[in-house]
Nanobody, 122 residues
Framework: QVQLVDSGGGLVQAGGSLRLSCAAS????????MAWFCQAPGKEREFVAA???????YYGDSVKGRFTISRDNAKNTVYLQMNSLKPEDTAVYYC????????????????WGQGTQVTVSS
């Protein structure tokens, strides 16, 4: 069983940066696919970024070139560096884990963090 704790959200002005962290416990995540999803009020949970255990990365179209996902297996932690933030990035961001390959479908992930709020002001 993997437990995930998300942190690092906050209020930032447009153009600013934030770094989200996802700390895992219970099991090593070195062989897990890890991902970040976001959910704005009234919207479906949306794929943001994912990283395979091999460190291959995948990004949603709206964040390519601005966000970077990375993992530190020694710290059992995954990060999401968010640069050039826009008001439309405002959402709750969730870390997720699954055994196996990366998926962009949130229904394929069995382990979730509690979420961290990101608010970008214009």
């Amino acid at each position: 069983q993997v437990q995930l704790v998300d942190s690092g959200g906050g209020l930032v002005q447009a153009g600013g940066s934030l770094r989200l962290s996802c700390a895992a416990s219970g099991r090593t995540i070195s062989t897990y696919a890890m991902a970040w999803f976001c959910q704005a009020p009234g919207k479906e949970r949306e794929f943001v970024a994912a990283i395979h255990w091999s460190t291959t990365t995948y990004y949603g179209d709206s964040v390519k070139g601005r966000f970077t996902i990375s993992r530190d297996n020694a710290k059992n932690t995954v990060y999401l560096q968010m640069n050039s933030l826009k008001p439309e990035d405002t959402a709750v961001y969730y870390c997720a884990a699954r055994i196996g390959v990366v998926s962009k479908n949130n229904k394929d992930y069995g382990y979730w963090g509690q979420g961290t709020q990101v608010t970008v002001s214009s």
